[in-house]
Each structure stands twice: as C-alpha cells, then as structure tokens.
C-alpha cells in the first residue's frame, strides 16, 4: 500500500482537499455507540441485548465464533438491519431509521464482506462513487450539466485519484474491476470508502483473501487511519485484531460475553471456552503495530 500510511491530517486538524479546505467536524465527537440492540430473524435471536462504544479515534474490533452475531451488528450500524430493540447514537444524537444512503452524508463509511464494486465501472469511476460525499451540485444540476456539477466532476475525480494514490492503486484507475485480482479489488473497495473522508470506517473482514505481508500492510494502515477516523473492525483474522485494535467486544450466540483491551479479552476464560481451542492464545504471541 502507499503513502497512507504517513497521516496527511493529525487528529483536529483541518484536512486539505481538492476543492480547498474544509471544516471537519471535530474527531472528539466521533463516537458510536450502540445500546441494547437485539435484533430476530424470525424465530433466530441473532443478537440479545448487545452494546459496544467505538470511542472516537480508536479501533475497536468485533470477534466471535462463526454465528456470533459479528455481521448482524455491523448490519445495524450500516443501517442494513433494522433492530427490534436498543438504540444507536452517533457523535451523541440518536438515530432512527437509519438507511444505508444516509451513511455517507453522516461521516460514515463501510466496506462489506466481498467487495461489491460496480463491474460496469473503472475502477476510478468506482472511487468516485465514495467521493460523493464532498459533491454539492444536486442531482438536478448534475442533469443540466451546470456549471458547478463540472466544478464538482473534477473535484470527484482529484479525490478518487487521491484515495487510490494513497493505496498504491493509481496506475489500475481505468482498469474495470473484475480483471484485478482479488486483493486488488479490496484494496480499490477501501479507496471508494475512504474517498469520502469519513469520520467513522466500518470495515467488515477487509483481511480475507489477503496474503500475510497484505494483512499486515492492512494492519499498519488501519493504526494510521485511526489518528484520523474511528473504526470498527470485524474480522476473523486474531492475530490482526489484537494488533490494531484498541478495545474489543467479543460475542458469542448473539450475547457480548467479554470486551475490553486485546489483553483483557485474551485473559477472559469465557473467550478462550468460546472459541473451544487455543486461537486467541497463539494470537498472543503477535508484536503490536502501535498503540497510541
Ligand atoms: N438474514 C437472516 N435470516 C435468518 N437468520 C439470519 C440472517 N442473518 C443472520 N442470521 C442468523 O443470525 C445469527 C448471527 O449471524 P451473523 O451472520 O451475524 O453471525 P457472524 O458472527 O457474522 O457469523 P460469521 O462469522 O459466520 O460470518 C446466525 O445464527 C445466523 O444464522
């Protein structure tokens, strides 16, 4: 990956863009916080009475033994589920009826499991979509090709290049998606959700499909995103999650049977007894990227 991994803002600093500077809005207040959220597909109680914070700046993982939950929770932070109980607060206001084209205009974005990337479109075009956030001509201008929507064109374009510039994935921005290899194809999926500058990155297993030198560039980019963003990972990856994370919350059968730092839930007797083996131990053994 490139030269993301250098910050280009530290945390409460105003990022530089294409378009000029913009506010953004304080990383302080970047805080998720999910409450209560129990959510049943019919007679399957997927999650009973969950919580888990992302405090802002921090990364905070989301593990558990096949079936756990992991995704369904995601789900609802992305406004893909919508929860039978519980609440959700973003940087302290509460939200309902969360709908997953909202997310951007929030600060937030998202990589799913897979990499969803549209087939039709380059690779750039595809970044671009992530971009959007920053656009201000509406659809209407857009259709009448004012001005302002070429202004707003070329601002997408600067920042899609930007993103993929910052993974090491420029030279493939007029390459279509299905040609590339598979972590290639993360890798652009990330650009696309870290085009829009969010202040909150949901990331639901960016490892898998990756080799052992990707993951632990993903790692390291991960660390750094944090002095920018908050995250929330899921990922089955141990050794990754208990080298990037700051907090874990760890669920099993649709319950949080243990959260706290990587050494705490490694510690838990309940995480070990969930997992039935020794993987969370031998995870142990990892160096941290960095702890800040
Ligand atoms: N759309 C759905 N309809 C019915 N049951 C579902 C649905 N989605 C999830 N479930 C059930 O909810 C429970 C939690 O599933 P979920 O996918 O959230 O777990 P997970 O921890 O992400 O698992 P994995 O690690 O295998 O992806 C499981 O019992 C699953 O079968």
Known sequence: MGPLAEPRATAGSTAVHPRGKRQRADPRTSRLELTGITVAFGGVTALADVSLTVEPGQVHGLIGPNGAG???????????????????????????????????????????????????????????????????????????????????????????????????AERYAGAYPGGLPYPLQKRVALARALACDPDL??????????????????????????????????????????????????????????????AEVQADPAVTEAYLGDEVGTAGAAEPVRHD
């Open 201 to 262: 990155l949901l990331l639901d297993e960016p490892a898998s499909g990756l080799a052992e030198d990707e993951m632990r560039e993903l790692g390291e980019l991960i660390r750094t995103l944090s002095g920018r963003m908050s995250v929330l990972l899921v990922e089955h990856h141990m050794d990754l999650v208990m080298r990037v994370c700051d907090r874990i919350t760890v669920l099993d059968s649709g319950r949080r049977i243990s959260a706290g730092t990587p």
């Open 70 to 168: 992991k995704t369904t929770l995601f789900n609802v932070a992305c406004g893909l589920v919508r929860p039978s109980g519980g609440q959700m607060t973003w940087r302290g206001e509460p939200v309902r009826r969360l709908r997953p084209h909202q997310l951007a205009g929030m600060g937030i974005a998202r990589t799913l499991q897979g990499v969803n990337l549209f087939a039709g479109l380059t690779v750039l075009e595809n970044v671009m979509v992530g971009a959007h956030r920053h656009a201000r001509a509406g659809f209407a201008s857009a259709l009448l090709a004012l001005p302002r929507s070429d202004r707003d064109e070329r601002a997408l374009r600067a920042r899609a290049t930007a993103a993929l510039a910052d993974l090491g």
